[in-house]
């Protein structure tokens, strides 16, 4: 049962472009999701979250948004540079405090062609 | 500040033999996660510790276990190895003031199990 999908496996953009990667989920409980990049032979590096009370939260070239009736999320990078080649994870959690269980989905490979 | 290190980086073992791998949180962390990561997959929640004791777990079998020391540092062990049980095993610590849940991970250990 994948409560969290990510359907594009891998995404390719220009330098320069906006890359949008996508996340849907079907668990209705979860209150805060997130982004993890993650290079080979590292760990997920923590990127952007949002809650589910925010529709929108934006940082620097990161913004990430929330459609809660359509569970869905996406993350918008722009302009898009080649050290954002990598994998991109979306996460959620139930609860908006505490340290509750991450659910992965199975990442989008995004590949910034230069 | 110390970031999240695991150690060994690789493991190699046999099929029905035991492992321990290890886990230092990050510096102020309390709570320590554990996450497998198949090939191709997102992680997978195994089980969380703070302050010691188990604080939820995923659905892992009864030999992944593990322990958290007084100074928050982490072991994971699993008995009775199983080809399945090759993956990439993440540590993530975290601190349970505060919004969300902002893990930060380690880079892994990456066992094969033969």
């Known amino acids: 049962d994948q409560q969290v999908k990510q359907n594009s496996p891998s995404l390719s953009v220009q330098e320069g472009r906006i890359s949008i990667l996508n996340c849907d989920y079907t668990?209705?409980?979860?209150?805060?999701f997130l982004w993890y990049k993650k290079y080979p032979a590292e760990g997920p590096t923590f990127l952007i979250s949002i809650s589910s009370i925010k529709d929108k939260n934006e940082d620097g070239r990161f913004t990430v948004f929330l459609n809660k009736s359509a569970k869905h999320l996406s993350l918008h990078i722009v302009p898009s540079q080649p050290g954002d080649s990598a994998v991109y994870f979306c996460a959620a959690s139930v609860g908006l405090f505490g340290n509750e269980k991450l659910t992965f989905g199975t990442g989008t490979r995004l590949t910034i062609i230069p | 500040e110390t970031g999240v290190t695991q150690s060994p980086t690789h493991l190699i073992k046999t099929r029905g033999q035991q492992v321990t791998l290890r886990c230092s949180s990050q510096?102020?962390?309390?709570?320590v996660s554990w996450y497998q990561q198949a090939l191709g997959q997102g992680p997978q929640f195994i089980f969380q510790?703070?302050?010691?004791?188990?604080?939820g777990r995923g659905n892992f079998p009864p030999r992944f276990s593990g322990l958290q020391f007084p100074n928050y540092s982490s072991e994971l062990n699993v008995n009775a190895l199983e080809l399945d049980d090759s993956a990439l095993y993440l540590c993530?610590?975290?601190?349970?003031?505060?919004?969300?849940?902002?893990?930060?991970f380690g880079a892994g250990t990456r066992l094969s199990v033969l």
């Open positions: 510096s102020g962390h309390n709570t």
């Open positions: 993530a610590s975290s601190s349970p003031t505060g919004e969300g849940n902002i893990q930060y």
């Open positions: 510790y703070y302050r010691e004791e188990e604080n």
């Open positions: 668990n209705s409980m979860f209150d805060y």
